[in-house]
């Protein structure tokens, strides 16, 4: 069964847009320093949502805050965060150790 009819996609349609996101993919930086930049933001950004969690709950501590499911999605995201952060933390020493064991 010929799907094109379905579609109406062709051939050269689909082979531009796979060389339209190849010259796209081209285009992205993935040296070191990109690399390390992404990390160092990831970690500003997990320091970020602990602080809000920590604020969370010392304004539900204090009774200021009027709903406790804020304090409860902000420990949440925190903890996702720091977690996540944790496992990148463990394949960069991961693949540091196997550089370093790398004979030369």
Do not use: C, W
Not at 33 to 38: E, G, P, Q, T
Not at 41 to 59: F, G, P, R, V
Not at 73 to 100: F, G, P
Request: net charge negative; glycine share 0%.
């Amino acid at each position: 069964m010929d799907i094109s009819s379905l579609t109406s996609v062709t051939s050269a349609d689909y082979m531009e847009t796979v060389a339209q996101n190849t010259l796209l993919a081209d285009d992205v930086d993935e040296s070191f320093d990109s690399v390390l930049a992404s990390a160092m933001n990831m970690l500003t950004e997990t320091n970020d949502l602990q602080n809000d969690a920590q604020s969370a709950k010392i304004q539900f501590a204090l009774g200021e805050a009027e709903n406790p499911h804020d304090m409860q999605i902000a420990a949440a995201k925190a903890l996702e965060a720091l977690q996540y952060t944790t496992a990148v933390r463990d394949k960069m020493l991961e693949a540091y150790k196997e550089i370093m064991n790398m004979q030369i």
